[in-house]
């Protein structure tokens, strides 16, 4: 018997195999991801729009509604499997209103056509002209309508041709497409208009780190002191964007502990350094010490919420917090997708603890019994400590979020609860 081989499941394979395996089989699997942390940050908004998608083109749906449904409730079953992970419900509220635009637009070019039909109708059935006799006296115009079996007798005026309008609704037009037909042509045609709805996220979902990083010169100068705390490939990439132009030094923070440091970033080293860019690697415990060289302060986040609040990596609230006692500026990066249209208020406990174990080791009985040790993976800023917001669509203040939201999320998406 040959040996059973093992595979471990990655999400470049999940997305490879989309085409070929069933929808639920690819759930389940990036439900598999999610639940083991292999899937994180951005890949997270990238694996869920994918499955959205599949969501949409391999469903059977005959109405918006019923879209609707399957798309909640595949969105919820992502986020219940990494609640840690907002972005995934800000994913899923961006594809279903795109599923009501795309149906409002259809419905109103549906309503264009049938009233274009109608008038056409009215045009073919009107009766030839006939010699003009005597002039009669004037007689009211009448609105009514009778349609005999040898066609519709309506007045020749256009008063009367536009008031029959909604009449003519209710009388068979003649024709020859059968409903099943249309109907199946409607629903073709919307999912063809929501798969590129879709694909366009996966787009801006992308390319967000390069259109962030386009803006790096209005930002860093040349001597500056840049202090990147455990910087994001968002952060990187305009680090690296900023150096093609620009000489200035970069202070890189990260936690103490094995395995972190200076051998976490050596590509990020690597990149700055042939391009005439200095990095330093520090501990994020001995930020205040160095605050007074820096001239801004860069990270990423996890998330941003309505008030301008975000989520970050733990170890950001303190570079914030001591760059706001230096007066030292701090921007923060983040694509659109990452706005998050709820309440902080259910999401400030939303701190991430992770294994402990890299700072003290299990054979270390003593500590382990006597005391209780938490690693922080992820922490709520608030927002009086950020004074830049770089987006994909440029650099923003914490008065421009609202009105962002109000661009990308609708009311209806707003008030859903996902993952409950």
């Not at 391999?58 to 499997?81: F, I, Y």
């Not at 990083?213 to 100068?221: K, L, M, P, S, V």
Request: glycine share 6%; hydrophobic share 40%; net charge negative.
């Amino acid at each position: 018997m040959a040996p059973v081989s093992t595979h471990t499941p990655t999400l470049q394979k999940l997305l490879k195999s989309l085409r070929d395996q069933d929808l639920e089989t690819s759930i389940e699997a990036l439900i598999f991801l999610l639940k083991r942390r292999q899937v994180g940050g951005d890949q997270c908004a990238n694996a869920t729009a994918h499955i959205l998608l599949q969501v949409v083109a391999k469903s059977k749906w005959h109405s918006v509604d019923r879209l609707l449904e399957l798309v909640t409730s595949a969105g919820s079953r992502l986020v219940q499997a990494a609640p840690h992970e907002p972005v995934i419900g800000n994913i899923v509220r961006r594809v279903l209103g795109l599923i009501r635009d795309e149906a409002s637009e259809d419905r109103n070019a549906d309503e264009l056509s049938e009233s274009v039909s109608d008038l056409q109708s009215l045009a073919l059935v009107a009766p030839p002209p006939t010699s003009a006799p005597a002039r009669p006296s004037p007689t009211p115009i009448t609105r009514s309508l009778t349609m005999p079996a040898a066609g519709l007798q309506v007045s020749k005026s256009m008063f009367n041709l536009l008031s029959v309008v909604d009449t003519l609704d209710s009388y068979s037009t003649g024709a020859s497409t059968p409903v099943s037909l249309a109907q199946n042509n409607s629903v073709h045609a919307l999912k063809s208009e929501i798969i590129d709805g879709i694909g366009e996220i996966i787009d801006e979902v992308n390319q967000a780190d390069d259109q962030i990083a386009g803006f790096a010169d209005i930002h860093i100068y040349p001597g500056d002191y840049i202090l990147a705390v455990l910087p994001s490939p968002a952060v990187e990439r305009y680090l690296i964007k900023a150096a093609s132009r620009r000489r200035f030094t970069v202070l890189v923070a990260s936690p103490h502990s094995p395995g972190s440091g200076t051998e976490q970033y050596s590509a990020l080293r690597k990149k700055l350094t042939s391009a005439g860019v200095k990095m330093i690697s520090l501990s994020t415990t001995g930020l205040m010490a160095y605050m007074p060289k820096v001239s801004k302060v860069i990270f990423g986040a996890k998330a941003v919420f309505q008030n301008g609040g975000m989520l970050v990596d733990s170890g950001c609230c303190l570079a914030a917090r001591a760059a706001q006692e230096y007066g030292k500026p701090v921007i923060v990066l983040s694509g659109v997708y990452k706005f998050c249209p709820q309440d902080t208020a259910t999401h400030i406990s939303w701190t991430q603890l992770e294994n402990p174990s890299s700072y003290v080791g299990y054979d270390d009985g003593e500590t382990v019994d006597s005391i209780d040790i938490e690693n922080t993976l992820a922490e709520y800023l608030p927002p009086e400590f950020v004074d830049v917001y770089v987006t994909n669509l440029g650099p923003q203040t914490q008065d421009h979020l609202g009105s962002i939201m109000a661009d990308h999320y609708k009311p209806e998406e707003m008030s859903v609860q996902l993952g409950a």
